[in-house]
């Protein structure tokens, strides 16, 4: 986003910073690219990502939900 605010990024970009924050999982992929800094970045833009969703796609994305799996 580099520092402009998520109404200014093209839909092109919104989707692939969408597809980065959700695709890549450390535990699975391994690369160690991940530090805590990072991770807490992540979880914060997806908190965000949640956050601004419209009220008609609330329910078309769960969250993770750890108790789940």
């Not at 990024?9 to 999982?25: G, H, K, P």
Request: proline share 7%.
């Amino acid at each position: 986003l580099k520092n402009r605010p998520y109404e200014a990024v093209s839909e092109n970009d919104r989707a692939m910073i969408a597809t980065l924050s959700f695709a890549y999982i450390e535990p699975r992929h391994r690369f160690g690219l991940l530090s805590d800094e990072l991770m807490s970045k992540v979880v914060a833009a997806r908190n965000q990502f949640y956050e601004n969703l419209p009220p008609e796609l609330q329910n078309a994305v769960e969250r993770y939900d750890p108790a789940k799996y």
